[in-house]
Antibody
Framework: EVQLVESGGVVVQPGGSLRLSCAASGFTFDDYTMHWVRQAPGKGLEWVSLISWDGGSTYYADSVKGRFTISRDNSKNSLYLQMNSLRTEDTALYYC??????????????WGQGTLVTVSS | QSALTQPASVSGSPGQSITISCTGTSSDVGSYNLVSWYQQHPGKAPKLMIYEVSKRPSGVSNRFSGSKSGNTASLTISGLQAEDEADYYCCSYAGSSPSYVFGTGTKVTVL
C-alpha cells in the first residue's frame, strides 16, 4: 500500500524558516517524480514544487521561487521542503504527492494527508 | 499564472449527469493534453479521478469521464451518487519550466 506521511508543520513567525518532510512507502520511491502542493485554509489547491526521480531537476512556482528548496533522499525514501523567508500568505496545508511516472506530467496519483504550516506573529 | 476558471458550484439529483467546466488559456489547457481532475472530500486529501484529459486511473468509477475542446476541459459525472458530493479541481500543465495551474474548484452538491 502506498503511503505518504508529511511532518514538520508548525506555527512560525514571518521571516522564519521551516523544513517539511514526507516519508514514502509502498512503492519504489526513486522511480518517481515527487511534488509539493499546498492549500490555504478554505481555499483551492496550489502547486508548489517538483523534484525529478534522481533529484537532478527541481522546479518551483513563482510564488515560492528563491525562498523554498525541494530535495529528496532516495536512500531514506524521503522528500523534503526547506521553507525560508516565510510570509503570512504561505499559511497552508502542505501535501506531498507522487507523480504517476518519472516524468513530470503533474498527474498526482497518491497524496499524503498534509502538514499544516501557519505563519503568524 | 492565473488559476483555471471553474464554476463555484454544480448540483444534480441522484442518477442525473452533471458537467464541470475548466477554462484556461492557449498557454495551458489549450496547448497540452495534460489536464487532470481531482476529487476532494472535506478534511481529506485530493484523489486523482482523471488524467491526461480523459484517462481514468485504476479503481475510479467509469461514471467519471473527461474531455477537452480548445481552452476548456470538462469533467462529466454520470449516474450521480451521494458519495460524489465533494469539491472538484482541474489541473493543467502550463509549460514554462515546467509549472502547473489548478482550477478554482467546484463544489458538487447531490440534491
Amino acid at each position: 500500500e502506498v503511503q505518504l506521511v508529511e511532518s514538520g508543520g508548525v506555527v512560525v513567525q514571518p521571516g522564519g524558516s521551516l523544513r517539511l518532510s514526507c516519508a514514502a512507502s509502498g512503492f519504489t520511491f526513486d522511480d518517481y517524480t515527487m511534488h509539493w502542493v499546498r492549500q490555504a485554509p478554505g481555499k483551492g489547491l496550489e502547486w508548489v514544487s517538483l523534484i525529478s526521480w534522481d533529484g537532478g531537476s527541481t522546479y518551483y512556482a513563482d510564488s515560492v521561487k528563491g525562498r523554498f528548496t525541494i530535495s529528496r533522499d532516495n536512500s531514506k525514501n524521503s522528500l523534503y521542503l526547506q521553507m525560508n523567508s516565510l510570509r503570512t500568505e504561505d499559511t497552508a496545508l502542505y501535501y506531498c504527492a507522487k507523480d504517476v511516472n518519472s516524468g513530470w506530467s503533474g498527474d498526482l496519483d497518491y497524496w499524503g494527508q498534509g502538514t499544516l504550516v501557519t505563519v503568524s506573529s | 499564472q492565473s488559476a483555471l476558471t471553474q464554476p463555484a458550484s454544480v448540483s444534480g439529483s441522484p442518477g442525473q449527469s452533471i458537467t464541470i467546466s475548466c477554462t484556461g488559456t492557449s498557454s495551458d489547457v489549450g496547448s497540452y493534453n495534460l489536464v487532470s481532475w481531482y476529487q476532494q472530500h472535506p478534511g481529506k486529501a485530493p484523489k486523482l479521478m482523471i488524467y491526461e484529459v480523459s484517462k481514468r486511473p485504476s479503481g475510479v468509477s467509469n461514471r467519471f469521464s473527461g474531455s477537452k475542446s480548445g481552452n476548456t476541459a470538462s469533467l462529466t459525472i454520470s449516474g450521480l451518487q451521494a458519495e460524489d458530493e465533494a469539491d472538484y479541481y482541474c489541473c493543467s500543465y502550463a509549460g514554462s519550466s515546467p509549472s502547473y495551474v489548478f482550477g478554482t474548484g467546484t463544489k458538487v452538491t447531490v440534491l
